[in-house]
């Protein structure tokens, strides 16, 4: 039987007056247990996320979640990220709002691919405001940015900061075909080339979120696809032995893509996050 649960959603306002869209779920036959944050990766939105939310909702769990600035239906140039900086800080935003709306539980933030890695930035300074934080498949390296891509990425993103420079390959999304079909046909996702901008952006938050992870003493769960080409393993493997913390786990999933929420073996990622969710919200 489906979980009742009541649906919110409105805008809250971001770094310099962009408008973020919102989503929460809400389970109404008994008061929630806990809330888990969700945050999204890049080029897409929180929409993509309701059979995660369905999930944790059978669970117990009060789910919220926005769509960054520049995707899905929050306000900014599609996919672009003028700062890196603004999009934790809107992160923080949307936190505040969920947080507000469900007081008194703890809180669990789960972020995906660029969505792990602004987690991260904005978790290392809100450990006391986190019961626990979950990375899947985070951007914690770029395989193809060495000296002279970064280089070129960081000129070209002073000089001409909306051209196109890289774009996702849905295939490596899932081994569902239905998952990169549908990633294509969502007139909410991004799937032109990523500005330089952006590009430039995620090539330094990488570097921060490396030099930092050493300060991550929270408990940390980091879940990865084996064949990940989007965020390569090896980035999430760095973060996990730097990070501090002693409650920390990593799996990696033999055979799976980049979306393992969306993998054809969902169910077992699914019951690994809930699991842990259970066992840290106390």
């Not at 059978?58 to 929050?74: E, M, Q």
């Not at 934080?133 to 985070?138: A, D, F, I, Q, T």
């Not at 081994?175 to 079909?181: A, K, L, N, Q, R």
Request: aromatic share 6%; charged share 25%; with cysteine.
């Amino acid at each position: 039987m489906a979980t009742p649960v009541r649906e919110d959603e409105g805008t809250i306002t971001g770094v310099g007056g962009v408008e973020l869209y919102w989503r929460s779920w809400t389970p109404t036959a008994a008061p929630p247990k806990g809330l888990v944050v969700l945050v999204h990766g890049m080029g897409e939105h929180c929409g993509r996320y309701d059979h995660v939310a369905d999930a944790l909702l059978a669970r117990g769990y009060a789910v919220a979640a926005h769509d960054h600035r520049g995707h899905g239906r929050s306000g900014g140039k599609r996919s672009f990220i003028d700062r890196m900086d603004n999009l934790v800080a809107d992160i923080g935003t949307a936190f505040d709002r969920a947080r507000a709306a469900v007081p008194d539980v703890p809180v669990v933030m789960v972020g995906h691919s660029m969505g792990g890695l602004s987690s991260a930035l904005w978790a290392v300074d809100n450990q006391d405001r986190l019961a626990g934080l979950v990375l899947s498949g985070p951007l914690a390296a770029m395989d193809q940015a060495n000296a002279v891509t970064k280089a070129v990425a960081r000129a070209l993103s002073a000089a001409v900061p909306t051209m196109g420079m890289v774009a996702v390959e849905s295939d490596a999304l899932s081994h569902d075909p239905t998952v990169g079909e549908d990633y294509r046909q969502d007139p909410l996702v991004f799937s032109g080339k990523l500005p330089a901008r952006t590009a430039a952006e995620l090539m330094t938050a990488v570097d921060a979120v490396q030099r930092r992870a050493p300060e991550l003493r929270l408990p940390l769960l980091i879940l990865h696809g084996e064949l990940d080409t989007l965020a390569p393993p090896r980035g999430s493997q760095e973060l996990f032995e730097k990070a501090v913390s002693t409650d920390k786990h990593r799996t990696v999933y033999d055979g799976m893509y980049h979306e393992i929420f969306n993998e054809v073996d969902r169910e077992k990622v699914l019951a690994e996050l809930t699991a842990w969710i259970d066992a840290h919200m106390v």
